[in-house]
């Protein structure tokens, strides 16, 4: 089985450039993620959606960064304009929501073998 | 909020031996789920193991266990008979009930422990 994707592996690009990531969850999963990993300030959740809507974007640090969702195949973050501090890893992750109504879902997040992105 | 210390920056294990790798966190829920992932080199986040908090069993996967303690708020990691390719960033996650409703919510992420094999 497939897992999760995302496109491209490595992106390098200059300050005041538009960044786009793309992530391509496991095929039935509802809930999709993003994360940042830095040596500073370790992984973070960024964002996660929940049958393609956002559930909880706390964690987007500023106006610079969205995040969609547009069908359940397919999600993008994007960063505009990019700045030198973004260089980051960014993880992509989906798992199933599993569990019924009011239950704490028991499925593991899978994740995607993330995008290196370093702004010069 | 909660958080997720993991206050080993590096730990280092002669090959076959055992090695225990810490973790505590800090929540006010009693309902939750702890994993342990594994990033080796590669920088693929790979699921080792994970414990339910009300099941006071403690989960194994081969040569993977943990010895949860609720009281405490202490998930360690035990990996019996180390092996060359155990060597890795592992990192402890704490994942809760979301604001809303059931369901899934993000994983909270301590800041890793780097192990090292020495054959």
């Known amino acids: 089985d497939a897992g999760v994707i995302q496109s491209p592996r490595h992106e390098v690009t200059e300050m005041g450039q538009e960044v786009t990531l793309r992530c391509k969850p496991i095929?039935?999963?509802?809930?999709l993620f993003w994360y940042r990993q830095t040596m500073m300030r370790g992984l973070e959740l960024l964002i996660y959606?929940?049958?393609?809507?956002?559930?909880?974007d706390s964690g987007m640090p500023e106006d610079r960064f969205s995040a969609k969702m547009p069908n359940a195949s397919f999600s993008t973050l994007k960063i505009q304009p990019s700045e030198p501090r973004d260089s980051a890893v960014y993880f992509c992750?989906?798992?199933?929501?599993?569990?019924?109504?009011?239950?704490?879902?028991?499925?593991?997040?899978?994740f995607g073998d993330g995008t290196r992105l370093s702004i010069l | 909020a909660q958080t997720v210390t993991q206050s080993q920056p590096e730990m280092s294990v002669q090959e076959a031996e055992t090695v225990t790798l810490s973790c505590t966190y800090d929540t006010s829920e009693s309902d939750y789920y702890l994993f342990w992932y594994k990033q080796p080199p590669s920088r693929q986040m790979i699921l080792v193991i994970r414990q339910e908090a009300y099941k006071q069993q403690n989960a194994t996967e081969n040569r993977f266990s943990v010895n949860f303690q609720k009281a405490a708020k202490s998930f360690s990691l035990k990996i019996s008979d180390s092996q060359l390719g155990d060597a890795a960033m592992y990192f402890c996650a704490y994942r809760g009930r979301p604001l809303i409703g059931g369901g899934a919510d993000g994983l909270t992420f301590g800041k890793g422990t780097h192990l090292i094999i020495q054959p």
């Open positions: 095929s039935g999963h509802d809930y």
């Open positions: 959606f929940n049958n393609n809507v956002p559930i909880d």
């Open positions: 992750a989906s798992s199933l929501g599993g569990g019924g109504a009011g239950s704490l879902s028991n499925q593991p997040q899978h």
